[in-house]
Nanobody, 129 residues
C-alpha cells in the first residue's frame, strides 16, 4: 500500500524559511512524479511544485517561483520542499502527492490535481504577519 507522509510544517514569521518533507513508501519512488499542493482555509487546493524524471526536472507555480525549491533524495524515498521568503499568503495545509511517470509530459500537465494517484494527509504551514 502506498503511503505519503508529510512533515516539517509549523509556525514561521514572514520572511522566514521552512523545509517540508514527504516520505514515500509502497511505490517505486524514482519512477514517480512527486508534487506539492496547498490549501488555505475556505480555498480550493492549489498546485505548488512538481519534480519528475530521472534528472529531477522541476516546475513551480508562479506564486512560489524563486522562493521555493523542490528536491528529491531517492535513497531515502523522500522529497523536500524548501520554502524561503515566506509570506502570509503561503499559509495553508501542504499536501504531497504522487503520480505515475508521464514520460514526456510537462510540468504544467502535472499541475493538475487529477493527475495524481496518491495523497498524503497534509502538514500545516502558518506564516505570521
Amino acid at each position: 500500500q502506498v503511503h505519503l507522509v508529510e512533515s516539517g510544517g509549523g509556525l514561521v514569521q514572514a520572511g522566514g524559511s521552512l523545509r517540508l518533507s514527504c516520505a514515500a513508501s509502497g511505490l517505486t519512488f524514482s519512477t514517480n512524479v512527486m508534487g506539492w499542493f496547498r490549501q488555505a482555509p475556505g480555498e480550493e487546493r492549489q498546485f505548488v511544485a512538481v519534480i519528475r524524471g530521472s534528472r529531477g526536472i522541476t516546475y513551480y507555480a508562479d506564486s512560489v517561483k524563486g522562493r521555493f525549491t523542490l528536491s528529491r533524495d531517492n535513497a531515502k524515498n523522500t522529497v523536500y520542499l524548501q520554502m524561503n521568503s515566506l509570506k502570509p499568503a503561503d499559509t495553508a495545509v501542504y499536501y504531497c502527492a504522487a503520480a505515475p511517470s508521464g514520460y514526456a509530459y510537462t510540468g504544467s500537465y502535472y499541475s493538475q490535481e487529477d493527475k495524481y494517484n496518491y495523497w498524503g494527509q497534509g502538514t500545516q504551514v502558518t506564516v505570521a504577519s
